[in-house]
Structures are given as structure tokens and as C-alpha cells.
């Protein structure tokens, strides 16, 4: 069974500390990751996605992926409160996404 | 701007009464999905739509159906909710390239009295 996981957190930085979010995965065929946004009671947002090893840069936001070690990370550098948020990641073989349970993250003033 | 809608934005219904959440999208896509999900829960996906192709989740329960009759639409059906089926519906679009991601509506919140 492909499983994608999270730490529930919650993640609490505080304000204009870098926020570092981990995944992992079991599927090793997976070709796509994605990081989602999603604010309490609204819909996952999409923020980054990442197809090949390395780093992948976007304002704020790193994603870093890791294949060998079926890893996924999300970097946001100088964290707001706006910030604060669960980050769901997706990982995708075929059309079908699989999404982990989420991390809640803090940031505080 | 190209979109995925959904409406209701919030749904109340009794107990074993039947309802029908909807999804359009101007975005043109040929996969269109249902995902349920439930607090600090990961999105369930319960079945999803690969242009015409309706492909059920294996545990999905009988009590939920869906609909597509064309590109645009789609519904989901639940013709008995239980207190078990509150949660947040979301409705997701996307392409089938590799690397397209999901467009997500606002989502649906179900209530069951």
C-alpha cells in the first residue's frame, strides 16, 4: 500500500525563523511531489511542486526532494504568522495522488 | 479566471435524508475527483473520473455515488448520510501529463443532524 507520511506536529517556529517540514514516502515508482497548503476549514492550495532530485526555489519556499531516500522536505524562509497553516504533501505515480495526514505549523510573533 | 467551483459551500441535511454536492470547473480538465476529508485527517479519495471513466475507491461505501454528465460537472450523491459522513467534501481537478497537479474548489462542509 503506498503511504506517504508526515509528522502531525504541531511545527511552532517563531516569526522569521525558517520552518522546516519533512515527508516521506513508500511508493519508490513515485514521479511527481507537491506541497498543499490549507488553512483550517478551507481547501488545500498548492504551493510547490518538485519532479527531479535536488532543491526547487519559489520566493520563500525550498522544496527539496530526494529519491534514494524517498524524502521530501518544504523550507519557508523568514516564516510570517500568515505562514501558520497545516502543509500537506502529495506524492503522484500515475494521476492518482496519494496525501499524507498533514503538519500543523505555528509561527509565532 | 479559470476555477474550480463548488456548491453548496455548506450543506445541512438530516439524518438518512439524501443530498447532492456539485463541482464545475472552467479549467477543461479530463480527470476530475471526490476526496472526503475529515479533521487533521489526510483528503480520502473516494472515486474519481478519468474523462468519462468512473473509477470507484475499493473502500468507498455503496452510500456514496457519483455523477458526470459532462466535461464540466460533476456531483457527488449520498443517498443516506449518516452522522459518520460529516465532513469536508473537496472536489479536484487535473490533467494527466506528468507532473499536473490538483486544482482544488473551496469544498463543501456537510452537516448531519
Known amino acids: 500500500q503506498k503511504e506517504v507520511e508526515q509528522n502531525s506536529g504541531p511545527l511552532s517556529v517563531p516569526e522569521g525563523a525558517i520552518a522546516s517540514l519533512n515527508c516521506t514516502y513508500s511508493d519508490r515508482g513515485s514521479q511527481s511531489f507537491f506541497w498543499y497548503r490549507q488553512y483550517s476549514g478551507k481547501s488545500p492550495e498548492l504551493i510547490m511542486s518538485?519532479?527531479?532530485?535536488g532543491d526547487k526555489e519559489d520566493g520563500r519556499f525550498t522544496a527539496q526532494l530526494n529519491k534514494a531516500s524517498q524524502y521530501v522536505s518544504l523550507l519557508i524562509r523568514d516564516s510570517q504568522p500568515s505562514d501558520s497553516a497545516t502543509y500537506l504533501c502529495a506524492v503522484r505515480r500515475s494521476y492518482i495522488p496519494t496525501f499524507g495526514r498533514g503538519t500543523s505549523l505555528i509561527v509565532h510573533p | 479566471d479559470a476555477m474550480v467551483i463548488q456548491n453548496p459551500r455548506y450543506q445541512v441535511t438530516q439524518f438518512g435524508k439524501p443530498v447532492t454536492l456539485s463541482c464545475s470547473q472552467t479549467?477543461?480538465?479530463?480527470?476530475m475527483y471526490w476526496y472526503q476529508q475529515k479533521s487533521s485527517q489526510a483528503p480520502k479519495l473516494l472515486f474519481h473520473?478519468?474523462?468519462?471513466?468512473?473509477?470507484n475507491e475499493a473502500d468507498t461505501p455503496d452510500n456514496f455515488q457519483s455523477r458526470r454528465p459532462n466535461t464540466s460537472f460533476c456531483f457527488l450523491d449520498i443517498r443516506s448520510p449518516g452522522l459518520g459522513d460529516a465532513a469536508m467534501y473537496l472536489c479536484?481537478?487535473?490533467?494527466?501529463?506528468?507532473?499536473?497537479?490538483?486544482?482544488f474548489g473551496d469544498g463543501t462542509r456537510l452537516s448531519i443532524l
Open positions: 473520473y478519468y474523462d468519462k471513466d468512473f473509477n
Open positions: 518538485i519532479y527531479s532530485n
Open positions: 479536484a481537478t487535473s490533467r494527466t501529463g506528468e507532473g499536473q497537479p490538483q486544482h
Open positions: 479549467l477543461n480538465h479530463n480527470v
